[in-house]
């Protein structure tokens, strides 16, 4: 079963829109991150913004925050104001549990490309 | 500060051939990992460390090796190297399980 699952493959936007990509998640670890990263087509992995599992609050990072909803096990990445630099692959990726290792788990990614 | 330096950018191998992708990072970082990206598809996970003498194994760890000797460095070797290992393969590195990971450039490996 897939542990991330990222449903669009590819989004429209107008600029100055918001716009959510979807990211759902598949884990019976009580404790995991949750992280979006952004791929531009120079092909560098960009970090944008991180959710654990007890946070109380929705992540936020400047126009990025991060839609977690625990029981639908979604964590969605809200954009606001977008801009024509914001196109781009967007990868949703989980780390399970606690212990010491750093495994991250990518979802397939959602190429958005943002009109002017 | 330079971040996670991976080399080569560009690879081109016969089949069959060996060859070591490196990885270095300046940030004293305990956890270091090392992906591949395949059109279509996110990052796979090949083999992760968690600190100097300590490796493990990810999702797609045949025809790879690694091995972690110091903590800023993290090599990939390919053993005998096959057209199915023509990708895009990435190192990254963290501090902490609940930081983000940083990312090398990325290194186009074509095996023919």
């Known amino acids: 079963a897939q542990k991330i699952t990222q449903t669009q493959p590819g989004m429209f936007v107008q600029e100055k829109e918001a716009v959510t990509l979807d990211c759902t998640y598949d884990?019976?670890?009580?404790?995991?991150?949750l992280f979006w990263y952004k791929q531009p087509s120079s092909g560098e992995m960009i970090f944008l913004i991180y959710?654990?599992?007890?946070?109380?609050q929705n992540a936020t990072e400047g126009r990025y925050s991060l839609n977690f909803q625990k029981a639908r096990k979604s964590a969605n990445l809200v954009i606001s104001a977008s801009q024509l630099g914001d196109s781009a692959m967007y990868f949703c990726a989980m780390r399970e549990g606690e212990d010491s290792s750093y495994k991250l788990i990518f979802g397939s990614g959602t190429r958005l490309l943002v009109r002017p | 500060n330079a971040g996670v330096t991976q080399t080569p950018k560009f690879q081109v191998l016969k089949t069959g051939q060996s060859m070591t992708l490196q990885c270095a990072q300046d940030?004293?970082?305990?956890?270091m990992s090392w992906y591949r990206q395949d059109p279509g598809m996110g990052l796979r996970l090949i083999h992760y460390s968690v600190g100097a003498g300590i490796t493990d194994q990810g999702e797609v760890p045949n025809g790879y090796n690694v091995s972690r000797s110091t903590t800023e460095d993290f090599p990939l070797r390919l053993l005998s190297a096959a057209p199915s290992q023509t990708s895009v393969y990435f190192c990254a590195s963290s501090y902490s399980t609940v930081t983000e990971a940083f990312f090398g450039q990325g290194t186009r490996l074509t095996v023919v």
């Open positions: 959710q654990g599992s007890y946070d109380q």
């Open positions: 940030m004293n970082h305990e956890y």
């Open positions: 884990t019976s670890d009580p404790s995991y991150g």
